[in-house]
């Protein structure tokens, strides 16, 4: 199938297409660069030496024999181009992960979360509008979060996207209703997500776009089986306070002897997946599309979950590395149990990458192998989930 | 109290401005003047004879001896300049109007979709960011609407925001919880409002910001007390396809001897207030603002529920017009009851006006007064909900 991968050239788009082209899909990247520039404004690059986006798809070509073509459109402001292409295309799905997805520079200052909350939301927006514009029966799938549902209550399990609820009637008795399970953003990158799904239910309800919504873990790992082919089709490894996601950090902050920087008391429980995983799931989205009329598609895209401070301990044993607790600069709970529900992807054939089978490649492979590519000024995390936070750190 | 009012020149803002500042409290309005723009673009304007603003606000300063300031600033693209005037002004509470607020005219075409995205979601969380940036404790006062719940179910009353729900737990039993009313939006316009909540529910849980957000029934009526002190304070009044809301057309239809345009069966039932009680509740909702920590306080704004085609009855046989059913151009249910409650209002002391009190005098002092400014042509809505009712119409 021909496939636009719109924020092809980031952490999830860029593995993602690789993978659906070996796979034979036909893939259009789309892409602004945008993770790129922020890079230049943070002066913090990928641990992993990326190349510009000409030679990716120049070096795949001469692999694969596979031609990417790739346009750059700022999707969010540049809705005209973004129909042209898609009249021009005609995609039979739509891969988005074209928004801004770091919690921590969602909230360094103003400036990051008006351009998070404008970004992401006309971006998401953009692409449904232009579908319903073209008249395409395009299917759109879109990575969200497992951060759009807070972290349940511990005696709940976090659903596939809908709740079973039931409601006192005025009279008596009661009715039960099936709900999209109620938001509980923990950021303004986590509300915007929250804001797209209903942008998703509204589209779906009003329009019949056909619509699947991955609720996705922390991503960990960095390369795929296509991008381990020639050193220049590399993923980017991101370690810095704002980009880094948390494995990742203990990873990198491990081969440098730099102490794993834990926040709070470590006893945040989060969902995890492999990189690997990640494109497989997508894989198994676009094969399984929802009928027409039917509404919107969610899965959760996670593997394992797992406490902060039990990996950070994995990690410490593994490399000898110690840990360090650092003030929390999150306004979140210091404890939580998290029970998630993902039958839907290992059901359709989802064979998960552990933590046992990739931690450690991943330590020789990607973290030592590139360390001396770190910026230790880099690691700490400066962005502040509020004002008395960024007072407390300062004291 | 120092109120700054944004969107102080809409339908609802210039009233508020008006009522707020007689009762003794400090007024500053902010606008872009963008309804009047979009008169321009429509090429369809108020029937009543509305002035510049530097009329308006010189008018009211020789009846009242009260000076209400005013400012030309895009709160949605000019976050700069909203944030320098908060510091500036230091309000106590700003009432936040500056939405693009009809339905139709949201879904117009893939600009008009875009544009009220864009300036809805921008404008709100343009707010928001700098109260919080600002430090000062601004009670901030939203008008929401009715519409963020879709039309409920018979045999459950629609609470004011807050739902009561049961949901089973993993081994047995059941917990009970308190949730957001699950979100039913109907078009592009509503969806924004149901958006707008997630940026309410996050700016409060992560930064304590004090808002009330009021969720208003379709406004009727033309005048408040203060607008009828000089011909020169007038409120607009709007009738065509876009802006009209139903009640005035009717009103401005019979008094032209225009058939009574009825969407489809007109079984659908809505929520009603009149401008006098608008401006009421927003006083009442000033005077009673949450307590610091206390969550998003939400009101149901509305007094009474009608059948669209019972107003199209009642408006019949008081001035003998003829009713006329069309084809639904909106993607809706034609036959729906409503169940809402507004106790929070009333208990607060609003003493409703009631269409059997108001609705001859609108008659005769508004829609017959000026109907020789109609203009017949703009009568007829012409945005459809979908691309298959545009066909269905041109038919």
């Known amino acids: 199938m021909k496939v636009m991968v719109l924020g092809g050239d980031g952490f999830c788009g860029w593995p993602t297409s690789l993978h659906l082209s070996n796979r034979g899909h036909d893939i259009v990247i789309v892409d602004n660069l945008s993770r790129r520039n922020i890079d230049n404004e943070l002066e913090a690059y990928s641990l992993t030496p990326i190349e510009p986006m000409g030679v990716r798809i120049n070096t795949w070509e001469q692999l694969s024999g596979k031609r990417i073509r790739f346009h750059r459109i700022d999707i969010a402001g540049e809705y005209d181009k973004l129909k042209t292409l898609i009249l021009e295309e005609k995609p039979d799905a739509i891969v988005h992960f074209a928004e801004q997805r770091a919690a921590p520079y969602s909230m360094k200052s103003e400036y990051h979360k008006c351009y998070t909350v404008n970004n992401n939301l006309n971006a998401t927006h953009n692409v449904l509008c232009?579908?319903?514009?073209?008249?395409?029966?395009?299917?759109?799938?879109?990575?969200?979060?497992?951060?759009?549902?807070?972290?349940?209550?511990?005696?709940?399990?976090?659903?596939?996207?809908?709740?079973?609820?039931?409601?006192?009637?005025?009279?008596?008795?009661?009715?039960?209703?099936?709900?999209?399970?109620?938001?509980?953003?923990?950021?303004?990158?986590h509300m915007t997500k929250t804001q797209d799904q209903l942008f998703f239910y509204y589209y779906n309800k009003n329009d019949g776009v056909r619509i699947t919504d991955l609720h996705q873990g922390i991503v960990w790992g960095t390369n795929i089986e296509e991008t381990l082919q020639d050193e220049r089709l590399i993923n980017r490894f991101d370690y810095d306070g704002d980009y880094g996601t948390v494995l990742n950090r203990f990873l990198m902050q491990s081969s440098i002897n730099h102490p794993l920087t834990v926040h709070g008391s470590g006893g945040q429980t989060r969902a995890f997946i492999h990189i690997q995983d990640t494109v497989r799931c997508i894989e198994i989205a676009l094969d399984n599309p929802p009928e027409r009329n039917e509404r919107v598609k969610i899965f959760n895209q996670m593997t394992e979950t797992h406490r902060v401070r039990d990996l950070a301990q994995l990690v410490s044993e593994m490399t000898g590395t110690e840990v360090l607790y650092m003030n929390n600069p999150r306004k979140e709970n210091e404890e939580n149990d998290l029970n998630v529900d993902n039958k839907c992807f290992l059901d359709l054939g989802l064979n998960p990458t552990t933590l046992a089978q990739g931690l450690l490649m991943e330590v020789r492979d990607v973290a030592e192998k590139y360390a001396h590519r770190c910026d230790r000024e880099k690691i700490i995390c400066k962005s502040y989930w509020t004002r008395e936070k960024g007072l407390e750190t300062q004291n």
Chains 1, 2 share one sequence.
Do not use: Q
């Not at 209703?177 to 953003?185: C, F, G, N, T």
């Open 130 to 189: 232009a579908i319903v514009a073209t008249g395409l029966p395009v299917h759109l799938v879109h990575l969200g979060t497992m951060g759009v549902y807070g972290y349940g209550s511990p005696d709940t399990k976090i659903p596939e996207g809908y709740l079973n609820v039931r409601i006192r009637k005025e009279d008596a008795g009661e009715v039960e209703k099936e709900i999209l399970y109620p938001a509980d953003p923990g950021s303004i990158y």
